[in-house]
T-cell receptor
């Protein structure tokens, strides 16, 4: 079952913050976040495993609430390079055997 | 050599043609995947191979035929495609059962079916 991402699109000015949500109606093993720029392959950002955790590097972090089956991606002090489409991909079992089920994506536009 | 490579990068074919897409990973991974990305649609999983064995076929029409001769190479054979099959086809690899599900994507093949 496809996870639901919100919002569908965000327009920000450089330096502003953004939150992108990803929710599932099914129990999840992990949530993966990717960013894709136009005409390029999706680039892995981070993975969050069940058990509920938070991760982050630089100004991009994420959380996974296992009880709600919801993950959020936090972009703080956004930079122009953050523009792109953000996808969450979910796994219901571990190890990659089932592949990822992706949401429809959130389009993020950062303006100077 | 970059992690996951795909050839060709662009392909135009007629509905009666037969062609193949190639994917190669240089990461020592054990699992490989084919995804389809159409305009205004999410990435759709097509096939999963773990240790060269197909573990997932996500209800993909038989005009798409995958082949995984070894852990480093993955092919997608195409025949009698339809115009609605035009899309970006992405290959990915991961450690698989051995070490987690983080997937690394290749640059994709942009396919146009006339």
């Amino acid at each position: 079952q496809q996870p639901v991402q919100s919002p569908q699109a965000v327009i920000l000015r450089e330096g502003e913050d953004a939150v992108i949500n990803c929710s599932s109606s099914k129990a999840l093993y992990s949530v993966h976040w990717y960013r894709q720029k136009h005409g390029e392959a999706p680039v892995f950002l981070m993975i969050l495993l069940k058990g509920g955790e938070q991760k982050g590097h630089d100004k991009i972090s994420a959380s996974f609430n296992e009880k709600k089956q919801q993950s959020s991606l936090y972009l703080t002090a956004s930079q122009l390079s953050y523009s792109g489409t953000y996808f969450c991909g979910t796994e219901r079992s571990g190890g990659g055997a089932d592949g990822l089920t992706f949401g429809k994506g959130t389009h993020l536009i950062i303006q100077p | 050599e970059t992690g996951v490579t795909q050839t060709p990068r662009h392909l135009v074919m007629g509905m009666t043609n037969k062609k193949s897409l190639k994917c190669e990973q240089h990461l020592g991974h054990n699992a490989m995947y084919w995804y389809k990305q159409s305009a205004k649609k999410p990435l759709e999983l097509m096939f999963v191979y773990n240790f060269k064995e197909q573990t997932e076929n996500n209800s993909v029409p038989s005009r798409f035929s995958p082949e995984c001769p070894n852990s480093s190479h993955l092919f997608l054979h195409l025949h009698t495609l339809q115009p609605e099959d035009s899309a970006l086809y992405l290959c990915a690899s991961s450690q698989g059962l051995a070490g987690g599900g983080t997937q690394y994507f290749g640059p994709g093949t942009r396919l146009t079916v006339l």
